[in-house]
């Protein structure tokens, strides 16, 4: 089966550029999308087809995907932006894949 | 408004059974495939099931293929999800979820219920 890995802790501080990774054999010609989630709440779509961002999401908020890597980036990262950063993406046309999570802190 | 509103969850013996329901409303559920997702406490996000838009076809991950089913009434505009021969380990808050038209992720979540699975 499909495995992605992402780091799981990532520290920035307030202001500051975070930089989310999530690693996956041949990503690059897969679609990755990302999601938010804060503590005792649902997840949140953030990023979707590697670098669109949904209404409602600042542009803070950017992606890129190549190879074997997708990125997440949050420049100008803010408190808010704190929480458990999730990628995902399709092993076959319907099958859900997501990575362990990563958790940002914004120190 | 658009939104998923889940129910059933509880606490079940091992062994025993339980249904979810995910209600959707505020969009045209029959024109979205629909997932579950579950994440343990204290873990990430694990996919689960999905049904496509017109219920024609599930699929499943290996953890709970042979126990769990997927299913959906495009008239209630309703998912379920049958839960068999619940284990230890299906412990979990269940969340249900829109794949978005045409942009290949989850664009709408449900508030999630919690399973617990205890003797």
């Known amino acids: 089966s499909y495995e992605l890995t992402q780091p799981p802790s990532v520290s920035v501080s307030p202001g500051q550029a975070a930089t989310i990774t999530c690693s996956g054999d041949k990503l690059g010609e897969k679609y990755a999308s990302w999601y938010h989630q804060k503590t005792g709440q649902s997840p949140v779509l953030v990023i979707y087809q590697d670098t669109k961002r949904p209404s409602g999401i600042p542009e803070r908020f950017s992606g890129s995907n190549s190879g074997n890597t997708a990125t997440l980036t949050i420049t100008g990262t803010q408190a808010m932006d704190e929480g458990d950063y999730y990628c995902q993406t399709w092993d076959g046309s319907a099958t859900g894949v997501f990575g362990g999570g990563t958790k940002l802190t914004v120190l | 408004q658009v939104q998923l509103v889940e129910s059933g969850g509880g606490v079940v013996q091992p062994g025993r059974s339980l249904r979810l329901s995910c209600a959707a409303s505020?969009?045209?559920?029959?024109?979205?495939?629909m997932h579950w997702v579950r994440q343990a406490p204290g873990k990430g996000l694990e996919w689960v099931a999905v049904?496509?838009?017109?219920?024609?076809?599930?699929n499943y991950a290996d953890s709970v293929k042979g126990r769990f089913t997927v299913s959906r009434d495009n008239v209630k505009n309703t998912l379920y999800l049958q839960m068999n021969s619940l284990r230890d380990e299906d412990t979990a808050v269940y969340y249900c979820?829109?794949?978005?038209?045409?942009?290949?992720?989850?664009?709408?979540w449900g508030q999630g219920t919690l399973v617990t699975v205890s003797s």
């Open positions: 505020g969009y045209t559920f029959s024109s979205h495939g």
């Open positions: 049904v496509w838009y017109d219920g024609s076809s599930e």
């Open positions: 979820a829109r794949r978005g038209a045409g942009i290949d992720a989850f664009d709408l």
